[in-house]
């Protein structure tokens, strides 16, 4: 079983502001997701990256895929409160998912 | 909606009592995941399952738990002689192709489920 930590655990910022959230394994993925959970809802996929080194983007959220395939980023540029939620990620291997970044994004 | 549908939304259960969670995967999905998560925390795996198979159930502990997905119907996680730390929002995901084929998971809401 593969083993995801994501960091930081917690993150508040104002809106506007710029944050990068990790997600790291000490094996190689296969491919990777990452998901958001909005309170009383389940996740929802926002992309799966494959390919080692590949970044994707989705309006203000860039995904980067390490080049060795064991982390992968998510950087969010100028924050709204509506990103505000939490950030999972799962590896394909398995479909386990880390423990989370809970974004809080202030108005 | 077309979406995975899970019931009940709420249960409440008493100590020692039976608790059935119910999920309907989406149409056409034969592979069905099961993950519990407590407040301010993430999703841990519990079983997954195909059509009348269980594929892994590494995560679901080996007493009072079980899970099936039969041929008809939906799946179902039973959870027997319930005890206080069972409460938990329980998740249901289906989708069309296993994990390592880049299946894209749909989720349900979730059975928040509370043991007195």
């Known amino acids: 079983t593969q083993l995801l930590e994501q960091s930081p655990q917690f993150l508040s910022i104002q809106e506007g502001e710029n944050l990068t959230v990790y997600c790291n394994s000490s094996s190689v993925f296969s491919s990777l997701q990452w998901y958001r959970q909005e309170p009383g809802e389940g996740p929802v996929l926002l992309v799966t990256v494959v390919t080692g080194g590949e970044v994707k983007k989705l309006k203000r959220l860039t995904f980067q895929f390490g080049d060795a395939r064991k982390d992968s980023s998510l950087h969010i540029t100028a924050a709204q409160p509506g990103d505000t939620g939490l950030y999972l990620c799962?590896?394909?291997?398995?479909?386990?998912f880390g423990a989370g970044t809970r974004l809080t994004v202030k108005p | 909606n077309a979406g995975v549908m899970q019931n009940p939304r709420h249960l409440v259960r008493r100590r020692g009592q039976e608790a059935r969670l119910r999920c309907s995967p989406v149409?056409?999905?034969?592979?069905v995941y099961w993950y519990r998560q407590l407040p301010e925390e993430g999703l841990k795996f519990m079983v997954y399952l195909q059509k009348e198979n269980i594929i892994d159930e590494s995560g679901m502990p080996k007493e009072r738990f079980s899970a099936e997905f039969p041929k008809e119907g939906p799946s179902i996680l039973r959870i027997q002689q319930v005890v206080r730390g069972d409460s938990a929002a329980y998740f249901c995901?289906?989708?069309?192709?296993?994990?390592?084929?880049?299946?894209?998971?749909?989720f349900g809401s979730g059975t928040q489920l509370s043991v007195l």
């Open positions: 995901a289906s989708s069309r192709t296993s994990g390592t084929g880049f299946g894209k998971l749909f």
């Open positions: 799962a590896g394909l291997n398995d479909m386990r």
């Open positions: 149409k056409g999905h034969s592979h």
